[in-house]
Nanobody, 120 residues
Framework: QVQLGESGGGLVQAGGSLRLSCAAS????????MGWYRQAPGKQRELAAA???????NYADSVKGRFTISRDNARNTVYLQMNSLKPEDTAVYYC??????????????WGQGTQVTVSS
């Protein structure tokens, strides 16, 4: 069984920065796309940023120029550097990845989520 473990959330003032990390663990054969989604209270979960195995990146328009996604394939880890944070960035951030464990097919896996709160 494979799992995603997130860290790095917290409380920050508007204009501040946070860095989220998400590490995949388990009997991993390969990982395709990795990404970060977020869900604010009363809203649907939305994509913030994603990066595929070839390094191609996709950002939501609302975070372009402020967030940077990266991955360390050797560590099976994806990062989200968030700068110039705004109160509207407040949400639970979820890590997501397409992971293939040994002997199994690719599976879409979610992390447990980490809270990011930006105060005005």
């Amino acid at each position: 069984q494979v799992q995603l473990g997130e860290s790095g959330g917290g409380l920050v003032q508007a204009g501040g920065s946070l860095r989220l990390s998400c590490a995949a663990s388990g009997s991993i054969f390969s990982i395709n796309a990795m990404g970060w989604y977020r869900q604010a209270p009363g809203k649907q979960r939305e994509l913030a940023a994603a990066i595929d195995s070839g390094g191609r990146i996709n950002y939501a328009d609302s975070v372009k120029g402020r967030f940077t996604i990266s991955r360390d394939n050797a560590r099976n880890t994806v990062y989200l550097q968030m700068n110039s944070l705004k109160p509207e960035d407040t949400a639970v951030y979820y890590c997501n990845a397409d992971i293939r464990a040994y002997g199994l097919r690719f599976e879409n896996v979610w992390g447990q989520g980490t809270q990011v709160t930006v105060s005005s």
